[in-house]
């Protein structure tokens, strides 16, 4: 629980129907480090990740990010210090890989320089062909694709990323390979990034810490290199699964 | 790109600015068309760059749009003026005149000639029997007359005339075409006429005398707005008393049962008259030019009408994306203002802007609202809800958003209502004519007053080649504008 802590959950409650998705939520994210949540469909893990940038008010408790409660209605200046990236990328159909990638520079009045040198210094860090960054949305791979999502959530150097299962519908070759870009990122510029993904080898690969959402008596945290250890014989599936349920064999 | 709307609009403005011209109207029949035309060359003959609004669909518009300015001056006949228009039909001559001149108006001297109902009668038997006034008829009970089923009803028809001259005979009741012919053939030996009708011209009849003055005056004159500068009023002038009836009812044949074009008509009796300036305008433009000026009035009806429907309906959508409910009220008003007639729309707008050019993009203008508003907001309000939320999530603001991601992706649904609106428009636009604004219809309106299939097709088909031409033409701005995987039919 070492270090600085940049978003803060405190108490959120919220849900739809009679019986909420997240309820006395008690969580925090720490700087630099990339925290993955895990846990099965419809157990509120991008509902989490819509409350620490606003998408979604709590309907009940207090979301703190950067050290402050988060205002309603989210200034702009704020989202923009949040990267965000979700599955399929949802890239605009409409602008070219490179709009994609500078729509928010562009947007802050960037100079054509320094557009281009951020998009140089990101597009080498994921592995982005130079020639992918004139072509349309539709004209790129799904892992070509997810890179571009990943350079759009990071280009003004937010403070945060949220990750909104990024890499679920790419190919397990490409997906090894955007994760050690990802890492790359990370070493490179170290964001506080939250990560959620129902794949639990892939929180085990990527994330410092691994949060288990959805299982009986609340959120339960983990440090990777503790359960690394555990993990020993077992398949990444059955320690997630022994995590949720929280009973052992 | 961004300078383009401007330059356009500018353009269109400057282009229908261009000519402050006098404005000569006419009514829907061949008479009227042709004494408009004779007028028009006359004051082209003297330097005036002149308009025509022919074809306007009665005596009260034709009054309204002198009265409001749109016209200059269009033929009258002073029972009409006392009868229907200022509803005291005792007005005549000089009290007509001054009734007249206390509405800005000044009824020029007459033209020479009375359209009014008159008896005709076999010449034949004429002759023979030295028949020349209606008061003759009295004495001749066993003349078989046959009147049109109008003149048997009207109150100031066959009765009060029987009456008045004390006429014995029963007469029957046929078509008016035909009854001319049954008399010429000797089946008939009298029936009821315009007294410049052009048919009279080509069949042996003579027209009684209205020896006892039972029919009322229809003497056909100029009527013009008093601020028509001097000069024009004394060129007009010049034709009183110059156009007798014979004169007329050649003129009338010539049109309605020759098929020539009234201008031609109009020209060459101006030269007959010594009253054509040399080479002054006189010549009537040639069937091509008339139908590219025509198509040109065309173009620019739907095209001024079609740039403001988009600059009004394109923003009022993007202002009403957000907000359903206004969004919905905006759409049922536009669509409430589709189901109005086109005539009865271009009738009601009339008051508010005049006649001609004003009321006839008006009312294309008020049709263009729907198809592009529809579209545009339909077009907004479909975009993939996570493009919407991304945007969000990234720190756009609603309007970086709205201009930045929905408006580009409703693009080819904006680009087809512009499209629908603007071939729509364009057959609309046909019945600009009957409120004086020129366009295709204009050929169509009097081709058909005038019963002339040439003319029809020389404004039907230029109207239907342009709808393709507009259809293509848009086809090819979606392959300019738009993405490959964003246009229509498409997919991504």
């Not at chain 1, 909420?20 to 990740?49: H, N, Y």
Request: neutral net charge; proline residues 5%; contains cysteine.
């Amino acid at each position: 629980m070492a270090g600085a802590r940049d978003i803060v959950l405190a108490g959120v409650r919220k849900g739809w129907g009679p019986r909420p998705v997240l309820e006395d939520l008690e969580l925090a994210f720490e700087r630099g480090r990339i925290t993955a949540v895990v846990g099965r469909s419809g157990c509120g893990k991008s509902t989490l990740l819509r409350l620490c940038n606003g998408l979604l008010r709590p309907d009940a408790g207090t979301v703190t990010v950067f050290g402050e409660p988060l205002p309603a209605p989210v200034p702009v200046t704020l989202r923009r210090r949040i990267g965000y990236a979700v599955q399929q990328a949802a890239l605009f159909p409409h602008l070219s890989a490179r709009d994609n990638i500078t729509l928010l520079g562009r947007l802050e009045g960037w100079s054509a320089a320094a557009l281009e040198a951020r998009v140089d210094t990101l597009r080498a860090l994921v592995d982005l062909p130079a020639d992918a960054l004139g072509r349309l949305p539709h004209e790129l791979s799904g892992g070509q694709q997810q890179r571009v999502g990943l350079c759009r959530a990071l280009f003004l150097h937010p403070g945060i990323l949220l990750l909104d299962e990024p890499f679920a519908a790419v190919d397990p070759l490409t997906r090894r390979d955007i994760h050690q870009r990802l890492l790359a990122l990370h070493a490179h510029e170290p964001v506080t990034t939250v990560l959620v993904t129902h794949d639990m080898a892939e929180a085990l690969r990527l994330a410092d810490v691994v949060v288990v959402l959805g299982g009986a008596g609340g959120p339960q945290r983990h440090e990777r290199d503790a359960l690394r250890a555990r993990q020993g014989a077992a398949e990444a599936e059955e320690l997630l699964l022994e995590l949720m349920g929280g009973a052992a064999p | 790109m961004r300078q383009l709307p401007r330059a356009l609009l500018l353009f269109l403005l400057l282009w229908s600015g261009s000519a402050a011209a006098l404005t000569v109207g006419s009514k829907r029949f061949a008479e009227s068309h042709v004494l408009a035309e004779i007028a028009a060359q006359l004051l082209e003959g003297e330097g005036y760059a002149v308009e025509r609004a022919h074809g306007l669909g009665g005596s009260l518009l034709a009054w309204e749009a002198l009265h409001a300015g749109d016209i200059d001056l269009y033929p009258a006949y002073s029972g009409t003026l006392a009868r229907a228009v200022l509803k005291a039909p005792e007005l005549a001559g000089a009290a007509l005149r001054e009734r007249l001149a206390v509405e800005g108006l000044r009824l020029l001297p007459g033209l020479g000639f009375d359209n009014s109902y008159a008896v005709a009668v076999a010449g034949r038997l004429a002759r023979e029997a030295g028949l020349g006034r209606l008061s003759e008829l009295a004495g001749r009970p066993e003349l078989r007359l046959g009147f049109s089923h109008e003149f048997l009803r009207r109150g100031d028809g066959w009765a009060a005339l029987a009456r008045h001259y004390g006429l014995p005979q029963q007469p029957r009741g046929m078509e008016h075409a035909l009854a001319y012919r049954a008399v010429a053939a000797g089946d008939l030996d009298g029936t009821d006429a315009y007294t410049t009708d052009g048919e009279l011209s080509v069949h042996d009849l003579v027209l009684l005398e209205d020896d006892r003055g039972f029919f009322p005056r229809y003497e056909a004159a100029l009527l013009v707005r008093q601020d028509l500068p001097a000069r024009a009023q004394a060129a007009l002038a010049r034709l009183s008393g110059r156009l007798d009836a014979a004169t007329m009812r050649r003129l009338n044949y010539r049109v309605s049962a020759g098929g020539e074009n009234p201008a031609v008509v109009a020209a060459s009796f101006l030269a007959e008259a010594g009253l054509a300036t040399e080479g002054a305008g006189a010549l009537p433009p040639t069937l091509v030019h008339r139908v590219l000026a025509r198509t040109g009035e065309h173009l620019q009806l739907t095209g001024l009408a079609l740039l403001a429907g988009c600059l009004v309906a394109i923003p009022g959508a993007l202002l009403l994306a957000g907000r359903p409910l206004a969004a919905r009220g905006f759409l049922y008003a536009a669509g409430l203002v589709q189901t109005i007639p086109a005539l009865a729309l271009l009738a009601l707008l009339i008051p508010l802007l005049g006649l001609g050019m004003g009321t006839a993009i008006g009312a294309l203008f008020l049709y263009s609202l729907l198809p592009v508003a529809r579209n545009t907001l339909s077009g907004l309000l479909t975009v993939d809800p996570v493009l919407l939320e991304v945007a969000d999530g990234l720190g756009l603001t609603r309007r970086q958003r709205l201009l930045r991601v929905q408006l580009p992706l409703a693009a080819p649904a904006v680009l087809a209502g512009v499209k629908t609106a603007a071939v729509v428009s364009v057959g609309t636009a046909t019945l600009a004519a009957f409120v004086g604004a020129g366009g295709l219809g204009e050929p169509i309106i009097t081709g058909l007053t005038l019963n002339d299939q040439r003319l029809i097709l020389a404004g039907a088909l230029p109207a239907a080649l342009l709808a393709i031409a507009v259809e293509l033409a848009f086809e090819g701005l979606e392959r300019w504008l738009l993405p490959a995987h964003l246009r229509p039919g498409q997919t991504s």
